[in-house]
């Protein structure tokens, strides 16, 4: 009977502590301008649709070989979002030799298909990314106010270089 009991104690040891290594291992704090990107930011499985080569999943780590990497946070019921990457997508067609542009389809609620219409309406050939329930990727990269859907977030030499607004966005600028 004791032995029992000791193997249950210590068995629920083994499982408290693992559950707190798994926690805090996947605890990523919010970027801002001048952070190194973590590892595990670089490695998060990301769902996206619209890929080019029907991918479901994608990594941000696979775009590290881009001399810029532009996050886009949008939703089809943001106009000002939906400007910026009307605004952006001819830009990436003639840098993508160069340049990754990323949407990341924030607060989109539980259809997919939504973003997917915006997406074919406004011919948009670049693969979005899916926050998702949680917003993972909403929280790694928070809006600079801390409310509403962060707008841009560029990414050079494995950093967050800026957070700029829509206007800050032009060819021009993306090439310097």
């Known amino acids: 009977m004791q032995k029992t009991i000791l193997t249950i104690v210590l068995a629920t040891f ?7 290594a798994q926690n805090q291992s ?15 930011v670089w490695n998060m499985p990301l769902q996206v649709i619209n890929h080019p080569e029907n991918k479901k999943y994608i990594t941000l780590g696979e775009y590290r070989n881009k001399k810029l990497i532009i996050l886009d946070f949008w939703a089809t019921w943001c106009s000002p979002c939906v400007a910026s990457l009307d605004k952006l997508a001819p830009i990436y067609k003639q840098n993508s030799a160069d340049l990754a542009l990323l949407p990341v389809a ?3 609620g539980p259809s997919i298909s939504q ?10 050939s670049i693969p979005s ?5 949680q917003y993972l990727f909403t929280k790694v990269f ?11 977030i560029w990414i050079k ?4 270089i800026a957070i700029p607004k829509t206007a800050y966005a032009t060819a021009e600028n993306i090439k310097k």
Not at 27 to 37: A, C, M
Not at 142 to 152: A, L, R, Y
Not at 157 to 160: E, F, L, R
């Open 142 to 152: 928070p809006p600079p106010s801390g409310k509403g859907i962060p707008h841009m």
């Open 129 to 133: 990314v899916l926050d998702g329930d």
């Open 106 to 108: 924030a607060h989109q």
């Open 26 to 40: 996947t605890k990523i704090k919010p970027l801002k301008i001048g952070d190194t990107i973590p590892e595990e």
């Open 14 to 20: 083994c499982l408290f502590f693992k559950a707190n």
């Open 115 to 124: 973003a997917e219409a915006m997406m074919k309406e406004k011919h948009w």
């Open 157 to 160: 030499d494995n950093k967050v």
